[in-house]
């Protein structure tokens, strides 16, 4: 691999290029810039992470092709890299996005290029990931058509009808696994219905073979497993070949890989061979979930810090690095300035005063820019919590707001084929259900109880009681297409609609010619005006659009003015929770106050000129005052 070097015009070349004007890069980032070995990057919130990124890219871009074919690998959890690299480096966005390099995500990549591969081998075919219902369809019929399944049979029947845990029999064959002693089991039930090796046990697993072997298929809970014996048993000449193939490797958001995902880039990747980074912020891992045992990202020793942030004033800075765990330290390029971030105290009587706060809090700061970005964020959206949430502090707030893609049928159609293609039929059945919910709209089914649109929740429920059979068909029918197409997926769907449709109103011819044009329009775009802006308040004095978003949804993102609102999570506020870290109380062993911790460090770490922070009177009294110095404390109670 290649040690370029990086002259001081080249930096000027990017700085002109990626930052605003006259702005240059710290030294510290510039270290990162110059440097072209394996190396891990740990850097703070607004540090230009993503930017330096960019820049690097585009230094490689100027040298391209590079020696021996080798293209270049940049690794993300979401599609930001490619929409990052269209937009900020539009000049060498068809150099970058194309052969021999690869950007995306991670884990398409660890599936396209190790846990698909492996499955094909297996099983000879094109492999299907499919969701447990449709998995225990097949499981269920195998089983009763199969003389070869007749044990297998007879002991879950019987088990079904003498256990009266479950309803009904496939719901049954769905809870069936096998445990890690090789014992057959079922749901919560501890006792086993077959001990290891015993011929029902015995029988499900060859069960499941087959399904892999014939069918190509497997479920979504036990592709964790096969991507983990695939990693396991990749054999050493892939990672000279990959290490080849890809001389320069980028992980965005490092700390955001769970432990499988770790491995596979260590079992592809050898640094020796080619340049590995691994750019993260440890205190930003906020996509690991509860059950998982991911361990925080530890850099090597000899990483590469970017301390600097180049977004927020040093008077953010010195609170939230309070929600750092090691090195509590974050300068800013930007100084003092004198502004202090806001602290909104509100009563739950008042609670709708908050935004008229964060609205004033704006007016005060002369944040007057119409173009501006101001979001109120949150943790919670879920709207069946008990709590606080995000629709608290705004009644309209729709925490299942669709996304552009799915007012396209044609964007959704792409989806589908898509998913399809990768394997992920579990995917791809979700895209149905989200068409099914256009669809739904656009006819005015509305859901009985709600009286509202169907989610994709709601939907599945209302598929599984009335249509079970009918859409399990249909789903298992997509994962058999022949040619995977759009032309070919879009027949499926419309035949499919139709005829479920038809069930409650036999007389229906197609419902596709009442559909509006704009949603079965071919382009691609996607018609703006029909998102009805959801999710954006317009600010009835000087019209700033406030975007409510979750804190998920903003990670990675830059706001002029962010405001913070305090949710709670089973029985508790995030707020509360972190207190501790800044000196009142202690952490208890839930892992929520961790969670907590980087959820707030990463929602707080989003503006570059106001952050606000909205937190409950309770909140605040057991808070002693410890933030009257730090901010600006503004009392909505009275
Ligand atoms: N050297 C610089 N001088 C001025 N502004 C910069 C500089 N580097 C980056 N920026 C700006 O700072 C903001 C934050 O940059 P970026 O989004 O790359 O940070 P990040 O480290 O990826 O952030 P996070 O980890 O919080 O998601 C952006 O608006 C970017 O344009």
């Known amino acids: 691999m290649m040690e370029w070097q990086i002259s001081d015009q080249d930096i000027q070349a990017v700085e002109e290029i990626l930052l605003p004007h006259g702005a240059q890069f710290p030294e510290d980032a510039t270290n990162v810039i110059r440097c072209w070995h394996s190396t891990d990057v740990a850097a703070c919130p607004g540090s230009g992470k993503t930017t330096v990124l960019l820049a690097k890219l585009k230094l490689l871009a100027d040298r391209m092709p590079l020696e021996n074919g080798a293209g270049i690998c940049v690794l993300s959890h979401t599609n930001v890299a490619v929409n990052e690299i269209k937009n900020r480096l539009s000049d060498y966005a068809d150099r970058l996005l194309s052969y021999p390099n690869y950007i995306g995500t991670i884990q398409s990549f660890i599936d396209r290029f190790v846990t698909m591969p492996y499955l094909r081998n297996i099983s000879g075919q094109n492999v299907q990931v499919v969701d447990s219902l449709t998995f225990a369809q097949q499981v269920l019929s195998k089983m009763q058509h199969d003389a070869k399944y007749s044990a297998l049979d007879y002991v879950t029947k019987n088990n079904f009808e003498t256990g009266k845990q479950f309803s009904e029999r496939i719901n049954h064959t769905q809870a069936l696994y096998i445990r890690d002693d090789g014992a057959l089991c079922i749901g919560r039930q501890q006792k086993p219905l077959a001990g290891a090796g015993k011929t029902s046990a015995e029988q499900y697993k060859k069960l499941l073979v087959e399904l892999l072997e014939d069918e190509g298929m497997i479920r979504y809970q036990d592709a964790y497993v096969y991507a983990s014996t695939a990693i396991g048993e990749l054999p050493a000449e892939y990672a000279d070949l990959f290490s080849s193939r890809f001389q320069y490797v980028f992980i965005d958001e490092y700390q ?3 432990n499988l995902q770790r491995q596979a880039i260590d079992a592809i990747f050898d640094p020796q061979k080619c340049a590995v980074f691994k750019i993260g ?3 930003q891992a906020i996509y690991n979930s509860a059950e998982d045992t991911t361990p925080d990202w530890m850099p090597q020793p000899d990483f590469l810090p970017i301390i600097t942030s180049c977004r927020f004033n040093q008077e953010i800075a010195n609170v939230i690095c309070k929600l750092k765990k090691g090195e509590k330290n974050i300068v800013t390029l930007a100084g003092a300035t004198g502004v202090k971030p806001v602290l909104l105290v509100f009563s739950p009587e008042n609670i709708d005063r908050v935004i008229g706060g964060f609205i004033s809090a704006l007016d005060r700061h002369e944040l007057y820019d119409n173009n501006g970005i101001y979001k109120a964020i949150g943790a919670v959206k879920r709207e069946d919590l008990s709590g606080l949430k995000i629709g608290s502090y705004w009644t309209e707030f729709d925490g299942s707001a ?8 044609w964007v959704l159609v792409d989806e589908i084929v898509q998913y399809l293609l990768e394997g992920k039929l579990y995917k791809a059945e979700q895209s149905v259900r989200r068409l099914l919910c256009r669809v739904f709209h656009y006819i005015s089914i509305k859901h009985p109880i709600s009286g509202k649109d169907y989610t994709i929740v709601a939907m599945k429920n209302a598929l599984d009681e009335k249509y079970r059979g009918q859409y399990r068909q249909w789903i298992y029918e997509m994962s058999r297409i022949k040619t995977i197409d759009r032309h070919s997926v879009d027949q499926l769907l419309r035949q499919k609609i139709n005829e479920l449709l038809r069930i409650g109103n036999p007389s229906l011819t197609d419902i596709f010619t009442v559909l509006p044009a704009f949603f079965l329009e071919e382009s691609t775009s996607v018609n703006h005006a029909d998102i009805a802006e959801k999710n954006v308040l317009i600010d009835p004095i000087r019209g ?7 804190i998920h949804g903003v990670k990675g ?8 609102l305090e949710t709670d999570r089973q029985g508790a506020s995030d707020l509360n929770r972190i ?3 800044f000196g009142i109380g202690r952490c208890g062993s839930s892992s929520l106050y961790d969670s907590s911790r980087k959820l707030a460090y990463v929602g707080m770490s989003r503006p570059k000129k106001l ?3 909205a937190m409950q009177a309770e909140t605040y009294e057991k808070s002693k005052g410890v933030f009257d110095a730090d901010w600006e404390v503004v009392d909505l109670r009275g």
């Open 256 to 258: 955001d890989c769970n």
């Open 281 to 283: 912020d440890s205190d």
């Open 402 to 409: 669709n996304k552009k893609n799915e007012y396209s049928y």
């Open 544 to 550: 700033r659009r406030i975007i409510f978003d979750t």
């Open 557 to 564: 993102e830059t706001h002029d003015a962010t405001l913070y």
């Open 579 to 581: 207190l501790p870290y």
């Open 611 to 613: 952050l606000c922070v």
